[in-house]
């Protein structure tokens, strides 16, 4: 048992990225020395039959259908967002808003035009603000990497 702090997923959408993401939280450990151990705390897709198989064999504790309860949830450190594009820029800039980490699948919003409506994200002692995303899709969202 590790004494070093938890860093807590919550995980939205468990397609394929969701998948992939789950295998680099599992190897990030076995290859880099972090200061956190992970840990899979809950993890949200739109049927209760696919967040609860997820939970299951990813490896979560928690499964729900809401992906709100995420980003209220103050056991939760990371917000980690794998659904469809549309959704990205409500969930990421919901979890922002409640002071969360979160890694979120490009593109941050559907399409360029969108970036008009993207305020600055607000800068919070310790909370994270980099971007997964390719430098064009950061570039066109107006997001930058940190
Ligand atoms: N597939 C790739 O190679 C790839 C690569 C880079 C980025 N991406 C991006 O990753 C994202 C996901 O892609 P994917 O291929 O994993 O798609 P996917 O369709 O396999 O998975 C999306 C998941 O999100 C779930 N979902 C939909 N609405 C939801 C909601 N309201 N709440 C919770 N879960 C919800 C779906 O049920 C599904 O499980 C997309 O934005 C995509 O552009 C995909």
């Known amino acids: 048992m590790s004494d070093k702090p938890k860093l807590r997923i919550g995980l939205i959408g ?6 992939a ?11 880099f020395d972090l200061p956190y ?4 705390h809950t993890v949200a897709d739109v049927t209760e039959q696919a967040a609860q198989a997820a939970a299951r064999a990813m490896g979560f504790a928690h499964a729900t ?16 967002i794998t659904a469809p594009n549309a959704l990205h820029k409500d969930m990421a800039l919901a979890a922002i808003a409640a002071g969360k980490h979160v890694y979120c699948e490009k593109p941050l919003a559907p399409w360029p035009r969108t970036r008009a409506k993207w305020p600055t994200p607000p800068r919070r002692r310790g909370s994270g603000r980099r971007s997964g995303s390719t430098i064009c899709a950061t570039r066109c969202c107006g997001w930058p990497a940190t």
């Open 14 to 19: 468990t397609g394929f990225m969701g998948k």
């Open 21 to 31: 993401h789950v295998f680099g939280f599992a190897a990030a450990p076995k290859v």
């Open 37 to 40: 151990d992970i840990e899979l």
């Open 65 to 80: 259908t809401d992906w709100r309860r995420l980003i209220d949830d103050p056991a939760i450190d990371v917000i980690d």
